[in-house]
């Protein structure tokens, strides 16, 4: 039986992760939300290289929102409208509630080739976690909306840089039961593996 490398240190994939947003969030606050964006476009930049050095590829999510993160901020930075950037998150969660919602309709897990190497389960626990993901990044949408359209600029950034991820985490776990339900046994993946190479 092969083995693969044990992968990035989990501390230095949540530095990687979290590291531009916290940035984000300290330049806001020692500066303004157009010198935060600046740091966080750079910041994001950098974290693409260091996950593309660490892993050898770049993740699709992390990939798709880093180029967001560049048009919009630059866009905010270039005619100095803040609103650019408020827009993105909106927007990205839109685009991932899309392509998984466009995939389910022609009957695939866009999900499944994601984060089929971490874990396995049947095709209905794929569909449903798929279709629970989607509804989850348009509320995540909807609520960016709701927060940048009638909080502070202050409050805005907090909750972007303090409320959606843990948010996200949070649903994260409550799908826990679903993943034990549909979760397929070591011993069966182990036996589909052998006759599909016999």
């Keep these: ?20 947003l916290v940035l984000f969030f ?3 606050r020692f500066f303004d939300l157009f010198v935060a964006t600046g740091v966080l476009m750079v910041t994001i930049t950098i974290a693409l290289a260091a996950s593309w050095k660490i892993e ?5 999510m992390p990939l798709v929102t880093a180029v967001f993160v560049l048009i919009f901020g630059g866009l ?13 998150p909106t927007i990205i969660y839109l685009l991932f509630a899309t392509i998984l ?57 907090t909750w972007k840089a303090f409320g959606a991820i843990p948010l996200t985490f949070v649903f994260m776990l409550t799908q826990m039961g679903l993943l034990q339900k549909y979760q397929i046994p070591e011993e069966e993946e182990e036996e589909s593996e052998g006759q599909s190479e016999g």
Excluded: Y
Excluded at 124 to 150: D, S
């Design 1 to 20: 039986m092969s083995t693969e490398g044990a992968g990035p240190n989990p501390r230095i994939k949540l530095l990687i992760d979290l590291g531009p």
């Design 26 to 28: 300290a330049a806001f």
């Design 56 to 60: 050898g590829k770049l993740p699709i």
């Design 76 to 88: 905010t930075l270039w005619l100095q409208n803040d609103t650019f950037i408020k827009i993105k």
């Design 101 to 157: 919602g466009v995939g389910l309709l022609r009957g695939r897990s866009m999900l499944q080739p994601l984060l089929g190497s971490a874990m396995q389960l049947e095709d209905e626990g794929w569909h449903k976690l798929t279709a629970r993901w989607a509804f989850f990044f348009v509320f995540q949408a909807v609520l960016n909306e709701l927060v940048w359209r009638n909080s502070s600029e202050s409050q805005w950034v």
